[in-house]
């Protein structure tokens, strides 16, 4: 064999043995940062290293620093794993090197997007209308989510916002739900709205936006340029917006609504969660991750506009020399970036792999397997604080300090990995149920560790 098969051979089968560890390795990282800062350091080689030994120094450098997000027991932030077809189609992305700009330079990596996009719609709900564009993360699909939405409600103004920019711009008004993702104040920011514009609207006893308040807010300023941001999965207790009610309000104030929909979009899959979405087809742009629920490597999301001529005219730009440039959109003008990792087909082999059962399923398994969790740790008397409606479950184990002292001895012990947050001024643990490959026996073997230690 050449050099390069012998090295992705190499590659791969350490890939595959580390993943088939995950069931039974310690979850946390195993060295800790300085030790796995020392592996990576030095000065910078003044000559070349041959790859084989590249590969060696990287595979011993990163061991001990490597956390077992993608294995079947880390729960926390909203993670997902990775499904064997996605993690393999990742490989041949990287190998064939693809720049998925548009359908000149990368054919197979644009039609991947297409179809892929086109699934992707009809699997959450979203109008088949609509165009997306494939990008990094739900930040980068908010951000894509409300470009689209500041070029459109300005354009109804008489203002170019692409060519003149905010300066004497009209004033566009930005509501948002006071449990907003911290992202989207991010996205608002590199749009030049900056984050003070926000104004907020309460939420109800479990995170989804107060839709009373809602059309309180939306009554209290002046019609004209509006945007909402609604949200689907709030990141701390799963709760998902009224879309259907929040909707119906926005548009008739004329105003714009963006939903971001990280890992709560998904429940349009399932007949048992679909419920928690109604009304998702009447929003103007969505924000939704693939490498959280749909379970492909990082990095991977979707911007999706119910008004593709709008979506367009937000993102896109043209030059002389990109051929194919300015006739039909390419698939990266429906993204912030020009050269693009091609990140469909991963996203392509993954619905492949699911189907619409398997993904239904999966998002069942992952809610249930939730609900195991919150019913483990209360019947053993701790605390569950939120309404298990998803995959997400906030625990407490008495006051704050106390609290974050289980976390951080939980984290150590490295049977599973939970976060903390702080919600409603209380520190609580957080517990995300995201991955195909937990099982009830890893719930279980987690409960029992988390009582173990909480000494309960
Ligand atoms: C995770 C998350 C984001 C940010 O997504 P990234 O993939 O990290 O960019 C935004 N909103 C919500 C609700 C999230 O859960």
């Known amino acids: 064999m050449d050099q390069l098969t012998d090295l992705l051979v190499r590659a791969a089968e350490q890939a595959a043995a580390y993943r088939a560890s995950l069931a039974d390795r310690q979850v946390a990282a195993t060295a800790d940062p300085a030790a796995v800062r020392a592996a990576f350091g030095g000065r910078m080689p003044a000559g070349p290293t041959a790859p084989e030994k590249v590969l060696d120094e990287l595979l011993a450098a990163a061991e001990g620093g490597l956390v077992a997000t993608a294995g079947p027991r880390f729960f926390g932030f909203v993670i997902g794993g990775a499904l064997a077809s996605a993690t393999a189609a990742d490989v041949l992305a990287a190998g064939w090197d693809q720049c998925a700009f548009n359908a000149v330079l990368a054919p197979a990596a644009s039609a991947a997007e297409e179809t892929a996009g086109g699934w992707l719609k009809e699997l959450l709900g979203i109008p ?39 300066h004497g711009a009209p004033r566009v008004r930005v509501i948002a739900g006071e449990e907003r993702h911290a992202t989207v104040d991010r996205s608002l920011r590199l749009l030049g709205f900056g984050s003070d514009v926000v104004e907020p609207v309460r939420a109800d006893a479990n995170g989804a936006i107060d839709v009373d308040d809602l059309a309180r807010v939306l009554a209290a300023g002046p019609s004209g340029p509006t945007i909402v941001c609604l949200q689907a999965g709030n990141v701390n207790t799963g709760a998902c917006d009224d879309l259907h009610a929040a909707c119906d309000l926005i548009h ?31 929003a103007d742009s969505w924000g939704c991750d693939g490498h959280k629920w749909l379970n492909v490597p990082y990095d991977s999301a979707f911007a999706f506009c119910s008004r593709p001529d709008v979506h367009v005219a937000a993102m896109s730009y043209t030059a002389s020399y990109l051929t194919g440039s300015g006739t039909v959109p390419g698939v990266s003008d429906y993204t912030a970036e020009s050269s693009r990792r091609a990140r469909g087909f991963a996203v392509w082999a993954a619905l492949r792999e699911l189907g619409r059962d398997g993904m239904a399923d ?16 209360a019947e053993a008397g701790i605390e569950v604080v939120n309404d298990v409606v998803l995959n997400q479950v906030l625990v407490s184990f008495g006051d704050d300090a106390r609290t974050d002292e289980v976390i951080d001895a939980i984290q150590r012990d490295g049977t599973c990995w939970m976060g903390g947050t702080t919600w409603r ?15 009830d026996a890893d719930v279980d073997r987690s409960v029992a560790a988390i009582l173990r230690i909480a000494g309960a």
Not at 131 to 144: I, Y
Not at 428 to 439: D, G, P
């Open 425 to 439: 001024g209380r520190r609580l643990m957080r517990i995300s149920v995201s991955n195909v490959a937990t099982t």
């Open 252 to 282: 008739r104030h004329g105003g714009w609504a963006h939903v971001d929909g990280a890992f709560g979009l998904w429940a349009a899959v399932s007949p048992s969660t679909r419920p928690l979405v109604d009304g998702v087809e009447l």
């Open 362 to 377: 999966l998002v069942e398994r992952n809610c249930r397997l939730a609900r195991r969790f919150a019913d483990g740790l």
């Open 128 to 166: 088949a209308s609509a165009s997306v564009g494939f990008v990094t993360g739900a930040q980068a699909a908010n951000t894509v989510g409300l470009a689209a939405a500041r070029h459109h409600v300005l354009a109804e103004a008489g203002w170019d916002v692409e060519r003149k920019g905010l």
